[in-house]
């Protein structure tokens, strides 16, 4: 992980004042709204997203024709998103996939739009698609470096890509998405069987010239994203009866999705299906199709999992867009492959006047951590989530002084800009800030007691580091300039070294209190001893 004040540095502003962008994805099941304010420092804050199901490819199996009741449904939604937008005061960019791409009527409709919101619709092709969903999902996964197949599974059509570092190496979009399957195979209700394995054999014949290909490019991690891959995702945490606040980053075992594509087959009828734990309502009609074309790719390629990714088109119409306006302003916004790094920098934001005391608890903290290497035995994981700790500890301030560290617990473990972590991840580093200062970790604490044991053990090692580092800066004037600790004789020996003239002692009392949890950790004491530069 990089150091906080190269982070501001690759930042490299184009804007010297805040822009807000309302990315509007029109897909055939859904449409999405997501605003957005581009801070000078590069960063994003999300301001609001809504979602609507407005079904614009409903009623056309071919989707030669965009029916009335769709059209006005459309509509009705773009006037809504319109009004959202200009209470933001935001710069619009709308880009419609495969129900408009295919059309014969879209430019009625495109013309209606334009004319009744001012809204430009952008119709995009299908690799263009599949380009903006990857760009997507770089910004939620850390997944820049790896190779992945990304299967989005919309309404009106599937995306493949097989894409690393950025580079796509291949993709395709095909006409399978879960509204046309269900308008042409399964309407009936309840299903047939026949109709079921009709609605197979046609996914099969379509996968049939693309999979091979694909196949090329292994090994890969498959990342799925949009609604089909986010409700199996649901059904299956909901049946091992796991509770998420959020999907992102989740991984789905091949047998556990094949417990789910059961669940859905075997409830024949929509009824049944609507009584599924985890199902939207709103996608139980249409699940089926979705469901079989997730099956037939996961099987051809022997895929034992896959991860969901909850960021998609509309995420990329917004990095495409900013980019856009950077490469205009002869700039550019920090690369895709430093999402933890802008995730880290987005909430440190929220209490911009702690990055100083921040910056100098991470020297301190990791100083500690990296010659104590043979004490701790961690590696660079958990060094990582050390100092991403070492930088959000303070951040509950920005709520209120009293109780701050629960403060900066909830903020962690809620914000929706702790993109790159897992949930589990996620929860380790906001106990670590939870427990840099008062009481250490205890069995009676609840989100400290669902953890597993050894992650209970990792959050109380890290914490530990970080109370020695915050202390070691309690003046908040960074006193100590550098450290460096020891083992000797069964005890941990630590040399401060500060500059002539400045004094330790609120630091040294500071230390003093909160070696507690690391003595007895660590089963080590701990002495400290100063020295000018």
């Known amino acids: 992980m990089l150091p906080f004040s190269q982070i501001l540095k690759k930042s490299n502003p184009a804007f010297r004042t805040e822009k807000i962008l309302a990315a509007i994805d029109l897909g055939t099941n859904s449409f999405h709204i997501v605003v957005v304010k581009l801070r000078p420092d590069s960063t994003l804050e999300y301001l609001t997203k809504e979602k609507e199901s407005v079904r614009l490819g409903s009623g056309s199996s071919d989707y030669a024709v965009i029916q009335d009741d769709a059209m006005e449904r459309g509509l009705a939604c773009l006037k809504r998103f319109r009004s959202l937008a200009d209470s933001y005061h935001a710069e619009i960019r709308a880009v419609a996939t495969s129900a408009l791409r295919e059309a014969e009527n879209r430019?009625?409709?495109?013309?209606?739009?334009?004319?009744?919101?001012?809204?430009?619709?952008?119709?995009?092709?299908?690799?263009?698609?599949?380009?903006?969903?990857?760009?997507?999902?770089?910004?939620?996964?850390?997944?820049?470096?790896k190779r992945i197949l990304?299967?989005?599974?919309?309404?009106?059509?599937?995306?493949?890509?097989?894409?690393?570092?950025?580079?796509?190496?291949?993709?395709?979009?095909?006409?399978?998405?879960?509204?046309?399957?269900?308008?042409?195979?399964?309407?009936?209700?309840?299903?047939?069987?026949?109709?079921?394995?009709?609605?197979?054999?046609?996914?099969?014949?379509?996968?049939?010239?693309?999979?091979?290909?694909?196949?090329?490019?292994?090994?890969?991690?498959?990342?799925?994203?949009?609604?089909?891959?986010?409700?199996?995702?649901?059904?299956?945490?909901?049946?091992?009866?796991?509770?998420?606040?959020?999907?992102?980053?989740?991984?789905?075992?091949?047998d556990l999705f094949k417990d789910a594509r059961k669940q859905v087959l075997d409830a024949d009828s929509l009824k049944k299906r609507l009584k599924i734990p985890g199902l939207d309502a709103k996608r139980g009609d249409i699940i089926v199709g979705g469901v079989l074309v997730l099956d037939e790719v996961l099987q051809r390629i022997k895929a034992p999992s896959f991860t969901v990714s909850e960021f998609a088109l509309r995420e990329g119409i917004v990095y495409d867009t900013i980019e856009s306006w950077f490469r205009h302003k002869d700039s550019s916004l920090p690369p895709l492959d430093n999402i933890r790094e802008k995730a880290i920098k987005t909430v440190a934001n929220l209490y911009p006047a702690g990055k100083k005391h921040?910056?100098?608890?991470?020297?301190?903290?990791?100083?500690?951590?990296?010659?104590?290497?043979?004490?701790?035995?961690?590696?660079n994981l958990e060094r990582d989530y050390l100092e991403t700790a070492c930088y959000l500890h303070q951040v509950g301030l920005c709520i209120s002084?009293?109780?701050?560290?629960?403060?900066?617990?909830?903020?962690?473990?809620?914000?929706?800009?702790?993109?790159?972590?897992?949930?589990?991840?996620?929860?380790i580093i906001a106990l670590i800030a939870r427990y840099h200062r008062k009481g250490g970790p205890k069995g009676k604490h609840e989100e400290f007691?669902?953890?597993?044991?050894?992650?209970?053990?990792?959050?109380?090692?890290?914490?530990?580091?970080?109370?020695?580092?915050d202390g070691l800066d309690r003046s908040e004037k960074s006193i100590i300039e550098r450290l460096y600790a020891v083992v000797e004789r069964g005890k941990v020996l630590c040399r401060l070294y500060h500059q002539k003239g400045t004094d330790p002692n609120l630091e040294i009392w500071s230390v003093t209190e909160k070696k507690d949890l690391f003595e007895e950790t660590y089963g080590v004491s701990l002495e400290f001893q100063t020295f000018t530069v």
């Open 449 to 469: 007691k669902t953890l597993r044991p050894d992650d209970q053990l990792l959050v109380k090692k890290l914490a530990a580091f970080l109370r020695i580092g």
């Open 107 to 145: 430019q009625v409709f495109l013309d209606r739009v334009e004319k009744e919101t001012g809204i430009q619709i952008q119709v995009v092709s299908g690799n263009e698609e599949a380009r903006l969903i990857y760009l997507g999902i770089l910004q939620g996964l850390p997944v820049y470096d």
């Open 358 to 379: 921040a910056a100098a608890v991470v020297k301190i903290t990791l100083q500690m951590f990296d010659d104590l290497k043979d004490l701790h035995g961690l590696g």
């Open 401 to 427: 002084h009293h109780n701050y560290h629960k403060h900066s617990y909830y903020i962690i473990r809620n914000s929706e800009a702790m993109v790159g972590f897992s949930n589990s991840e996620i929860e």
């Open 150 to 254: 990304l299967i989005d599974i919309g309404g009106g059509s599937t995306e493949l890509l097989v894409g690393e570092k950025g580079e796509i190496l291949f993709s395709t979009s095909l006409k399978l998405g879960a509204i046309r399957l269900t308008e042409k195979y399964l309407k009936k209700d309840p299903l047939s069987a026949t109709d079921v394995q009709k609605c197979r054999i046609h996914i099969e014949s379509v996968l049939s010239a693309f999979l091979p290909q694909i196949e090329t490019w292994k090994p890969f991690m498959v990342v799925g994203s949009s609604g089909t891959i986010s409700s199996v995702a649901s059904m299956v945490l909901e049946k091992k009866m796991e509770k998420r606040d959020r999907l992102n980053g989740t991984e789905i075992p091949i």
